[in-house]
């Protein structure tokens, strides 16, 4: 241990400004300067529980368990062992090695920030940003003249509005079967174009049908068709005709 | 300058992004490589004794025409280009990670970070400077990382290989008290 900075130094640090427990642990290996090939375990742990103290409770797992991993390695130290036993393994061996590799990473990273940084202070043709910054609009100059004029050449643009009407238009089905009635009165037989005139308007088509069907259900007539598409035959049923 | 480095300067600055030396070649049919390694270098040498507001710059596989450092604030004051956005430690760890690691899953990344990735990667992957390369072998074929072009442009490097080695890098941490 080299006469460094005292344990329960006052040295302030936020949390946040580490990239995870390694990090952390890195910079306290470093602030203590200590061997990171010999860890003062006990001493390391302490000042790492001492930091995560004021961690925000979704980044905690991480240092958690690192620190849990801390004092299962101090524990492990505290365990006998004889001066040459040659089968005796460094708890703290892991650790090293996973710091040692994380200190390359943060080597490679420190450089990584210096050649972005680098290239970021020079612009190349054409090169178009992700998140395009657009000027901010400047303030309206205008008089009210000005903008009633606006509106008036908008409003002469805008096309007149069209408007439908939609009016209900009943079916006229009671009509269509006095039709059919008087019609089956002087005849048995029909067929659709005897009902239905050849300038009829939908409705009427419609009401045709409707009524049709109707008196078919109230078995006052009989349709048939030949095929699809077919002129519809009408049949006078004598049953119904007492109705 | 010659007819040869005449036409690269135009193709380079009609060019959004570096151009590979073959590219180049093919401008003219009968340019040699050598002939157009050696345009270039009197474009640059042009640029960089007449006092030119650009210079040619080799990176990311190729060739490209930047503007110099000194006028960057005065460019991006008047809003006519802006940097992109610096990127945090942490993403630039998970970069360094994946750059000397490709191709590389997801849990490892973590387990030398020591911290989850799973937004970092995201974000990464969403700025295009890393992209899925690969599946790994295991459970559930895990994604496998690796960099993208616009890692090289982005970091002015010229290839992969530019990085240091791994043995060239510092390991072992300075113990001595630091000189304040």
Redesign the interface.
């Known amino acids: 241990m080299t006469a460094g900075a005292a344990p329960g130094d006052p040295f302030v640090v936020e949390l946040q400004q580490f990239n995870g427990p390694l990090d952390l642990l890195l910079t306290l290996i470093r602030d203590e300067r200590v061997d990171i090939y010999d860890i003062p375990i006990a001493r390391i742990a302490e000042q790492f529980l001492a930091r995560i103290r004021t961690l925000g409770i979704d980044q905690a797992s991480e240092y958690l368990e690192m620190a849990a991993r801390l004092l299962r390695i101090k524990a492990q130290m505290l365990l006998p062992r004889h001066q040459d036993d040659d089968s005796w393994e460094d708890p703290r061996a892991e650790l090293v090695r996973r710091l040692l590799e994380y200190q390359q990473v943060r080597e490679v990273s420190d450089m990584l920030g210096r050649l972005a940084e680098e290239r970021r202070s020079r612009f190349a043709r054409a090169w178009l940003p992700n998140q395009a910054v657009e000027p901010p609009p400047g303030p309206l100059a205008l008089s009210l003249g000005e903008l009633l004029a606006a509106v008036d050449r908008v409003l002469r643009v805008a096309r007149e509005p069209h408007i439908h009407d939609v009016v209900p238009r009943p079916l006229d089905v009671d009509g269509a079967i006095a039709t059919i009635r008087a019609l089956l009165q002087l005849r048995a037989h029909a067929r659709w174009y005897d009902v239905i005139r050849p300038s009829a308007e939908s409705w009427e088509v419609l009401s045709a049908l409707l009524a049709l069907l109707e008196l078919a259900r109230r078995g006052e007539l009989r349709l048939r068709q030949a095929s699809p598409f077919a002129s519809l035959v009408i049949t006078r049923e004598s049953a119904g005709q007492a109705a | 300058m010659n007819p040869l480095a005449k036409l690269l300067e135009a193709a ?6 570096p151009v590979p030396v073959d590219e180049l070649a093919a401008l003219d049919p009968e340019a040699s490589p050598a002939a157009v390694v050696a345009a270039l270098g009197e474009i640059r040498d042009t640029y960089n004794t007449n006092g030119h507001g650009v210079e040619l ?1 080799e ?1 990311g596989e190729g060739w ?6 000194e006028f ?1 604030d005065a ?1 991006e004051r008047a ?1 006519l ?7 945090s ?2 993403a ?2 998970t ?3 994946i ?2 690691r490709q191709p590389i899953g997801r849990a490892q990344i973590e387990d ?5 990735c799973g937004a970092i990667l995201r974000s990464l992957q969403e ?1 295009s400077l890393v992209d899925v390369v690969g599946r790994g072998e295991g459970i559930g074929r895990p994604l496998l990382y690796g960099t993208t072009p616009l890692f090289l ?5 010229r290839h992969l290989e530019e ?2 080695r ?1 043995d060239e ?9 630091r000189a304040i």
């Open positions: 380079l600055f009609a060019s959004s992004r710059v990176l490209q025409v930047l503007t110099r450092p960057t460019i809003q280009a802006a940097r992109p956005h610096r990127l430690g942490a630039l760890e970069l360094a990670i750059a000397y030398i970070r020591g911290v989850n700025r442009e982005q970091f002015a490097l990085l240091p791994a890098l510092s390991v072992t941490l300075r113990t001595e008290p």
